[in-house]
T-cell receptor, first 112, second 109 residues
């Protein structure tokens, strides 16, 4: 019963470095999401994918790219990390808005 | 513009107290979700509801679609209930969710 698996749990980057956050779900969900969580601001949507092969920008997409590699996997890439991208990142999946959201355990990213 | 507003932002209660967290939203929705996040932890789904009331153990969630309002109640609160509770709504159109900023609950023994 893995649910949503997100890696890594922690990461420290220097400004300008790149990295990819990995996310996989084993529930056959159509929709997958990447959020960032910052103190006092709640969860903000970076990108989402309503189905395999499609991706759409969310509220805060600048500085990020995504790939929906197949139905299971949805990765988030930071091409050139900036201190403003220091945050906790969550991947989530669901069938639709009328079904429960399942979250990964989060990635705590620090950019120095 | 905040489509989802939660109150209170912070709440401290004595063990055993009855707790209410409120959520108001401004858009038409297909469902409302209550989520729980323990300190340093992941986020889990507590309830999904589109009408009426749901109960799970000591937790009760209600929704009034006409008034665009939902409440999460915790009866006989316990220190292990200490967490951030987040309200999220799924709008009628689109595939996105809107989130409140969360209510941080601390239950003191």
């Amino acid at each position: 019963n893995a649910g949503v698996t997100q890696t890594p749990k922690f990461q420290v980057l220097k400004t300008g470095q790149s990295m990819t956050l990995q996310c996989a779900q084993d529930m056959n969900h159509n929709s997958m999401y990447w959020y960032r969580q910052d103190p006092g601001m709640g969860l903000r949507l970076i990108y989402y994918s309503a189905s395999e092969g499609t991706t759409d920008k969310g509220e805060v997409p600048n500085g990020y790219n995504v790939s929906r590699l197949n139905k299971r996997e949805f990765s988030l890439r930071l091409e050139s990390a900036a201190p403003s991208q220091t945050s906790v990142y969550f991947c989530a999946s669901s069938w639709t808005g009328r079904s429960p959201l399942h979250f990964g355990n989060g990635t705590r990213l620090t950019v120095t | 513009k905040n489509e989802v507003e939660q109150s209170p932002q912070n709440l401290t209660a004595q063990e055993g107290e009855f707790i209410t967290i409120n959520c108001s939203y401004s858009v038409g929705i297909s469902a409302l979700h209550w989520l729980q996040q323990h300190p340093g932890g992941g986020i889990v789904s507590l309830f999904m509801l589109s009408s009426g009331k749901k109960k799970h153990g000591r937790l009760i969630a209600t929704i009034n679609i006409q008034e665009k309002h939902s409440s999460l109640h915790i009866t006989a609160s316990h220190p292990r209930d200490s967490a951030v509770y987040i309200c999220a709504v799924a709008p009628n159109t689109g595939n996105q969710f809107y989130f409140g900023t969360g209510t941080s609950l601390t239950v003191i023994p």
